[in-house]
């Protein structure tokens, strides 16, 4: 049951609501899936912050597809212990460095008065399980060695395995607690993904090249 609800249940509730509100996203209108900006009220720990974030989060998603579409061929690449042992130690880098620009942003938003008060619970959500999910993802690092092998050769099997609705749950079966944790905490992102500024992950403003130039007015 532990298996079942946490590797099957969660993932394909969480990919529900995901398209369900993509959809609610696209019925609404361009104007209702635009992420706000706050770039205009403070932009220095913004910089820093959302630099971090993206360059590091990036390379650690394009590692992440990389190991699902191709797990054999990431396994004989890193089949050395030298280059397994750089490519862990770049990873954890990485890690550190989505650490790092993840607190710099949910500090921004906390003490910067205009750019709180231009919040909602959806900004401080996203920023605190993103933040959730790069510790769980620093702590598996740390803790269990060769995540990188494990992941292309058990991980990649199992999300396959879900997305052609044919659930096996024997490639995460037994996995760690805090791996767990990451998989359920990835989901839950996915999940709630549409509902926030990551939206335009999602969203590509190809709209925005063409459109009329906008004002912005600031109101007192």
Not at 62 to 80: D, E, R
Not at 110 to 121: A, C, D, G, L, W
């Amino acid at each position: 049951m532990y298996n079942t609800f946490f590797y099957i249940i969660i993932p394909y509730l969480c990919v529900a609501v995901f398209i369900t509100g993509i959809v609610y996203g696209i019925t609404r209108g361009r104007l209702a899936i635009s992420a706000p900006a706050t770039g205009f009220f403070e932009k220095r720990k913004l910089f820093w912050g959302i630099t971090a974030w993206h360059y590091a989060i990036v390379i650690i998603l394009t590692g992440h597809l990389l190991g699902f579409l191709f797990p054999k061929a990431v396994m004989n690449i890193l089949s050395g212990y030298k280059i397994m042992f750089a490519a862990e130690a770049l990873a954890f880098g990485l890690g550190l460095a989505a650490f790092l620009g993840t607190v710099i942003l949910l500090f921004r938003r906390i003490t910067e008065k205009t750019v709180s008060k231009n919040s909602n619970f959806a900004d401080y959500f996203i920023l605190i399980i993103l933040l959730i999910q790069v510790i769980l993802g620093l702590s598996t690092a740390a803790n269990y060695r060769w995540g990188i092998n494990w992941y292309a050769s058990h991980m990649s099997g199992y999300l396959k395995s879900l997305i052609t609705f044919a659930p096996d749950v024997s490639y995460a079966a037994g996995m760690p607690g805090v791996v767990t944790a990451h998989i359920v905490t990835g989901f839950l992102i996915l999940a709630v993904l549409p509902f926030t500024r990551l939206m335009h992950l999602v969203f590509v403003p190809v709209g925005y090249f063409f459109r009329k130039p906008q004002q912005i007015i600031f109101h007192k």
